[in-house]
């Protein structure tokens, strides 16, 4: 009898810890810029410390990270491609949408180009030098494609390269062709110290970066932990999420590198 309760002991044991690993865990569908920047390795810490919640992050384009929604193989989406967002919600993949960090785009390259407009720059670019896309569906290459066509200025030839990959990857290849790439400013600033490249053009407004946080509607799928999932949603937006989204960068690059703007809750 007592070994047949040892043994129940140890089964029950084995079910608690498992399935509450399982449960207290959740998948963070992101861009590759939040990793590469060093912003989740900053941030998620705190989350997992105060909740218990661990956060499985993969890494991927804007698109490929919609693309995990709609299939349900991912709880939570960190993305920044505004227009796909809403749309991703108005089809009822997402249940909860809202505004929460921005940061800038910027035009880095080996020399400054054009006369500080973008129309030129991106002339220069074309005229002259080799520029680096990320040719990926990611918000960031999205960003691109809409300044090319804004300004009217074709963008295809020798001149111009696809890389398919993320943003630090994409860095990388523009340092090693001494190109010209879009890149957002977190990455490139976390990515200056091991790069020959500068900043060539830039505009806030302009190439303003906006991030958004949703939740995977758990009606389509069976599998989404939607509980623990809206727990980093609601933390993320809150006045503690916010309060580190822009304390991130001020110790190690002496300034902000995200802005915390979700909306405030009355």
Known sequence: ???ILTIVFVLFMFTSLFGCKKEQSIILATTTS??????????????EEETGIEVKVVAVGTGAALEMGRNGEADILMV???????????ENYGTLRSDFMFNDFVIV????????????????????????????????????MSLWDTTEIGNSGEWYIETGKGMGDTLMM??????????????????????DLEIVYENPEELKNQYG????????HNNINTEEAKKLYDWLISERGQEL????????YDQQLFFANAPKVE
Do not use: C
């Open 109 to 144: 390259g080996p020399g400054v180009v054009g006369d500080n407009t973008l129309v030129s720059v991106l002339q220069a670019i074309k005229d002259s030098e080799t520029f680096v896309s990320r040719g990926d569906n990611s918000g960031t290459h999205s960003k691109e």
């Open 245 to 252: 989204i822009n304390q991130y960068g001020l110790e190690e």
């Open 34 to 47: 939040t990793e590469n920047s060093g912003l989740l390795d900053f941030l998620l810490p705190y989350f």
């Open 213 to 220: 946080i949703m939740l995977v509607n758990p009606e389509l």
């Open 80 to 90: 920044h491609d505004k227009t796909r967002e809403l749309e991703f919600i108005s």
């Open 1 to 3: 009898m007592k070994k």
């Open 174 to 195: 523009a340092d090693e062709l001494q190109a010209y790439t879009l890149s957002d400013r977190a990455t490139f600033l976390s990515m200056l110290d091991n790069l």
